[in-house]
């Protein structure tokens, strides 16, 4: 058991005593970040209050992210099936991001986080897309977290991007047939760069994947909690990443 460093000198961040063993940390972790609409109803407040306090949540965990080395934290923050929610909850849906890096921008950028998305960014309102683009503008050299938001995005929905790409290069003698296996499909999706989730996590009681990284969690761990989403914080983060560490991984295998 290692015990961590009170100070990260490369992040300048402060760390607290863990009893976490740090040499099998999840490389990526990934995250269905539900209950929000839940936490705001119990408390008689309307939906739109638990989705700004579950942007606090999201800053808590990117440190603890941080703080334990995790390499990538995939945060599913807004699907494809989210528009056919009221018009005023996804309008200001769509003013979060932008409300985020406002505030926490010059953090990330301290803590040596990367910024990046996955989903159709296209299909994004212009405003949304033009403070997502600066935020990755400015930390695309850090070589730190990778902090990933699913915006916009659908697993099927990936799978059909991907096949028309591929078709697309077929047809442009880009991509021959005998070449497409699984590694070829990965490099189509919009994770092509990153590994496959090790560990899933969904607050909020549900057990579900809910259209969320349908490929890449074909041999991810999950990990549910009935904790509502504002709710989480850094030590359940951490028992999810200690309980990932007890359990037996075989892809199959025996
Ligand atoms: C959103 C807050 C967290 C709970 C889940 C739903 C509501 C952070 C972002 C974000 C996205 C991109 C980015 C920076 C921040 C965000 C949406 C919703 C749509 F570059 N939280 N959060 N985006 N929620």
Redesign the pocket.
Known sequence: MIKLPFFNRKRRIELQPSTLNLENIPGHVAII?DG?GRWAKKRGLPRIAG?KE??TT?RRIVKAANRIDVKVLTLY??SKENWKRPQAEVDF??K??KE??TTYLPELIEENVK?Q?IGDFEGLPSFTKEA?KE?MEQTKHNDGLILN?A?NYGGRYELVHAVQSMMQDISDKKLQMEDIDESCISSYLYTEKLSDPDLIIRTSGEHRLSNFLLWQSAYSELWFTEVL?PDFDELLFEQAVSDFQNRKRRYGGI
Request: glycine share 4%; net charge neutral.
């Open positions: 970040m929000n989705h579950g942007m999201v923050a807004f849906l769509m979060l991001p985020f890096l910024v998305t997502i935020a938001f915006l989403w």
